[in-house]
């Protein structure tokens, strides 16, 4: 038996397409929906990795501050150091106020110092090792520091290269000194008025004491004599 279907087939078609464009707004919405979602997760994901690069940055740029300060720092204290281990020593045995006092007082009328400069090397020798039983244990070399090579460079000015050389001289005779060596003596026009610029590399004796120099040079006479009046002279000239 057969159905018949008394319903007009244009009202068919509408409630058809109905269904569909229900259908098609339902997924349409679905689909809006979760592209919203995605945007909004994506929206909070992206401010969250801005706000974490931006405090890693920041970490970044205070540990670089940090690193960057303990390297001034490390280089003030190896500075601290190196002045010290310096002023230590000249303190023990030549006090760097006799040793400019030497250098005044060892100038010439028309001559002058412009700067001083005072540095200190140690040389580390390494002892041969040992052989035999009982220097099995000395199969390494042991590190050994020897006395410390005290240099002082000296710049100045003279008249002539006679003055120069009276200063050469005078500082050769001192009993501190080990060597003066000239390094270089040439003409120099200051304030339209020609000059000798030097400059001076003394070297001082290893394990030199001024109070052995000045009892030897007068044992009656109390030690370490002083001349820190023409020192203070040079040193503001």
């Not at 679905?30 to 994506?42: D, E, H, Q």
């Not at 940055?57 to 281990?85: F, G, N, S, W």
């Not at 310096?86 to 760097?96: G, I």
Request: aromatic share 4%.
């Amino acid at each position: 038996m057969s159905t018949i279907n008394l319903l007009p087939e244009d009202y068919i078609a509408r409630r058809y397409r109905r269904r569909a464009n229900w259908i098609c707004s339902v997924l349409f919405a679905i689909v809006m929906t979760g592209v919203i979602a995605a945007i909004l997760v994506s929206g909070r994901s992206y401010r969250h990795t801005l706000e974490v690069r931006e405090r890693v940055t920041a970490d970044y740029a205070e540990a670089a501050k940090l690193i960057h300060q303990m390297q001034q720092l490390d280089a003030k204290k190896r500075l601290l150091l190196r002045k010290a281990m310096l002023s230590a020593s000249l303190m023990e045995r030549v006090p760097r106020s006799y040793l400019l006092g030497i250098l005044t007082n060892a100038l010439p009328e028309n001559a002058s110092l412009v700067s001083f400069d005072l540095d200190i090397k140690r040389i580390v020798q390494l002892a041969a090792p040992q052989t035999g039983k009982k220097g099995a244990k000395g199969a390494q070399a042991a590190a050994k520091a020897s006395e410390p090579i005290v240099t002082m460079t000296v710049v100045g000015l003279a008249a002539t290269d006679v003055e120069v050389a009276r200063l050469i001289a005078t500082l050769a005779r001192n009993p501190l000194l080990n060597s003066v060596d000239l390094v270089y003596s040439q003409e120099k026009t200051i304030d339209q008025a020609t000059v000798r610029e030097f400059r001076i590399v003394l070297e001082l004796k290893p394990n030199v004491d001024v109070l052995d120099v000045a009892r030897e040079a007068n044992p009656s006479a109390p030690p370490a004599p002083e001349p820190l009046a023409r020192a203070d002279a040079g040193a503001n000239t």
